[in-house]
């Protein structure tokens, strides 16, 4: 397979493949504004990969939407569009994961949060929602995680 693929911001063109990837990748299909995302395209100009910085009506943002086609995945596309994405977002900087994925996340500088207190509002709303989950459900636990914007070095 290449290896070739390149960044860009989305295009309305875009919409569509990134709507798709995001509901192939199981993750928040809510929310889903093409302005916001950087797409990954392979040489032929197919989305491999996307990810988007969500703004919150509380003043808060989160990274979001990171899914890769699974032919592409392990090959860094995930990191070029994360990376990406936290060289150009406003911080402090959330995001929501599953728990398996709190180790990946932390290889860029995020912290788990687990004091609601320390969360705004719609985070303090989702911690709140992911324990009512974990109580009632034996799927994996869901983590808030928090970056303020000191990366130390490239990934």
Not at 80 to 89: R, T
């Amino acid at each position: 397979m290449a290896s070739y693929y390149r960044l860009q911001a989305a295009t309305q063109s875009h919409q569509g493949a990134i709507k798709a990837l995001v509901r192939a990748a199981r993750i928040n299909p809510l929310g889903l504004d093409w302005r916001r995302f950087v797409v990954a395209l392979d040489e032929k100009g197919a989305v491999i990969g996307c990810g988007q910085i969500k703004p919150y009506r509380d003043g808060s943002w989160e990274l979001a939407s990171i899914a890769v086609t699974p032919a592409w995945r392990d090959q860094g596309v995930a990191r070029a569009v994360i990376e990406h994405l936290l060289d150009s977002s406003p911080h402090p900087l959330w995001l929501t994961c599953v728990s398996p994925l709190v180790l990946f996340y932390t290889r860029f500088s995020f912290r788990e949060v687990t004091n609601l207190a320390e969360m705004p509002p719609y985070f303090r709303w989702v911690g709140q929602l992911f324990r009512l989950l974990a109580y009632l459900s034996s799927a994996n636990s869901l983590s808030v995680m928090r970056y303020e914007g000191d990366r130390v070095g490239k990934i």
